[in-house]
């Protein structure tokens, strides 16, 4: 069975710094996605960034990376020069292959993430 | 924005009355999804559906069900609504690419009596 798990259920960043939020994840899969989403005190849920199981290079989406551990099972999101904007609610999502479902994510528990000044 | 609209936004019922949750799309999309999000255990499906009239089942379908008549709409029904189905609800669609994320909808946060 796939699982998600983020093990921070809350993290504190200074104004300006990174802050890196944990993500390891567990299916027997060999082709999967991983993908992060932010959820603001409004409630939305934003797409931030996608990394491929194949894919060679760790992902980057502006002040977002991904910092894939394939061996580790891990997909840690990095904030870089963090702002107040950026306290939210974060989630990390898998996706599993066709046979096991390919357009179903499933989620992590979250992390919540305050950006202090 | 993805054209999603989720209808109620909010709702507050009784234990025991029948619910329906409406989720419209504008972007033709094939597929739809239904996810509830609880604390501590983020956002789990509930159902989800490949085309008009397919629907299957998620890891917590018990005490649900959906319909799909039209591509643009993907309904929820709590047939008899218990405490434990309040929560909030997203409508979701996208995912037929290997990289492609669901777009949410805003929510309807459901509250049971």
């Known amino acids: 069975a796939q699982k998600i798990t983020q093990t921070q259920p809350g993290m504190f960043v200074q104004e300006k710094e990174a802050v890196t939020l944990d993500c390891t994840y567990d299916?027997?899969?060999?082709?999967?996605?991983l993908f992060w989403y932010k959820q603001p005190s409004s409630g939305e849920m934003i797409f931030l960034i996608y990394q491929g199981s194949y894919d060679q290079q760790n992902a980057t989406e502006g002040r977002y990376s991904l910092n894939f551990q394939k061996a580790r099972k891990s997909a840690n999101l990095v904030i870089s020069a963090s702002q107040l904007g950026d306290s939210a609610m974060y989630f990390c999502?898998?996706?599993?292959?066709?046979?096991?479902?390919?357009?179903?994510?499933?989620f992590g528990a979250g992390t919540r993430l305050a950006v202090h000044p | 924005d993805a054209g999603i609209t989720q209808s109620p936004r909010h709702k507050v019922t009784e234990t025991g009355t029948p619910v329906t949750l409406r989720c419209h799309q504008t972007e033709n999309h094939r597929y739809m999804y239904w996810y509830r999000q609880d604390p501590g255990h983020g956002l789990r499906l509930i159902h989800y559906?490949?085309?008009?009239?397919?629907?299957d089942k998620g890891e917590v379908s018990d005490g649900y069900s959906v319909s799909r008549s039209k591509t643009e709409d993907f309904l929820l029904t709590l047939e008899s609504a218990t405490s434990s189905q309040t929560s909030v609800y997203f409508c979701a669609i996208g995912g037929t690419g290997a990289n492609s994320p669901l777009h949410f909808g805003n929510g309807t946060r459901l509250t049971v009596t």
């Open positions: 999502a898998m996706r599993g292959s066709f046979s096991g479902g390919y357009n179903k994510l499933i």
């Open positions: 559906s490949y085309g008009v009239k397919d629907t």
């Open positions: 299916t027997s899969d060999p082709s999967y996605g």
